[in-house]
């Protein structure tokens, strides 16, 4: 199948609502609606979480049992197509963990992003030879062989390419802890690198770079996460661990976040105060 620059992704979680939307109208129950279609309720379950693709004889029997008209079938059609389209992150899913490329498919189609990061430059802010040095201080715990690594370099490099620098590029709004640019990756000479790489990218029109200086008032106790924003379709916050990494879409809970983020961005250095900073770190790496 041909790689989309839009997301798949999207398609199947948006396909799996509009699926549940449709037999809420007809006030049936998961579990009504499996049996009038002679399934197991996991399995309507799972396609409304789009856990699982459905096929278009799935589609076609569940508008029937609720009742869609022919405009509506071909839409839901129309969406298991695009669904059915492979991602560029689909490239990389054997190196990379399953729940970072379900994130990447949700960030390919994300209009905002914000990301509060207080430990390394984000991975879309990385040069090659830092997002190497990154990938390799996990590589003792997370057992990376050296062909994943290069495959996870790759990925994160494609992945910059794809999102900053596509013909419609989301806006992005990054927080950086003063630490993350003083905790070295690698040799001198990578810091001073990504330093430079980092003011670059600070001046793109789309992107905003703030430092919180170590100075200030710690204004929310939390580790990184990004917090996605789309035109149809909710929120989501995406935090990752050592071995693990979730996604929050609880409303409530997204707009903390949200309101964490602000909260953190408005303890920060603006953005010219920020490359101030920036650049006296670049210059204090070239030691």
């Known amino acids: ?23 809420e109208r007809r006030k049936l129950t998961g579990a009504r609606a499996a049996r009038d279609l002679g399934w197991s309720a996991s ?19 569940m508008a029937k049992l609720y009742r869609v008209d022919g405009d509506k079938l071909d839409e839901l059609v129309g ?4 669904a059915e389209q ?19 498919g ?7 992003q914000r990301n509060w990061e207080p430990q390394a430059v984000p991975g879309l802010l990385q040069t090659e030879d830092y997002a190497r ?20 370099v790759e990925a994160r490099l494609d992945r910059q390419k794809r999102v900053l620098h596509r013909s419609d590029p989301c806006r992005m709004s990054v927080v ?43 204004p929310v106790n939390t580790g990184a996460f990004i917090h996605l924003k ?12 050592l071995y693990t990494a979730h996604f929050v879409d609880d409303l409530e809970r997204v707009a903390g976040y949200e309101s964490a983020f602000d909260h953190i961005r408005s303890e920060a250095l603006d953005v010219d105060e920020s490359r101030v900073l920036i650049q006296r770190k670049a210059m204090l790496w070239r030691r």
Not at 106 to 112: H, I, N, V
Not at 138 to 148: E, W
Request: proline letters at 5%; zero cysteines; hydrophobic letters at 40%.
């Open 176 to 218: 950086l802890d003063e630490a993350a640019l003083m905790r070295r990756f690698g040799e001198p000479a990578v810091m001073r690198e990504q330093m430079e790489h980092l003011l670059e990218i600070s001046l793109l029109p789309h992107v905003s770079v703030h430092v919180l200086p170590l100075d200030a008032l710690h």
């Open 106 to 112: 949700l960030e390919a189609e994300a209009t905002y």
């Open 230 to 241: 789309f035109t149809a379709f909710d929120d989501v916050v995406y935090l990752e661990q």
């Open 43 to 61: 399995k309507v379950s799972r396609i409304e979480a789009a856990k699982t693709m459905p096929s278009a004889d799935d589609i076609k029997a």
């Open 79 to 82: 969406l298991l197509r695009d």
């Open 86 to 104: 492979r991602g560029w992150w689909e490239d990389y899913e054997d190196s990379l963990p399953e729940e970072y490329t379900r994130f990447l």
């Open 1 to 23: 199948m041909p790689t989309q620059q839009g997301s798949p992704t999207v398609r199947r979680l948006r396909l799996g609502q509009e699926l549940r939307f449709l037999r």
């Open 133 to 152: 040095e990154v990938i390799l201080a996990t590589r003792g715990i997370a057992r990376i062989t050296h062909s994943g690594v290069r495959s996870r």
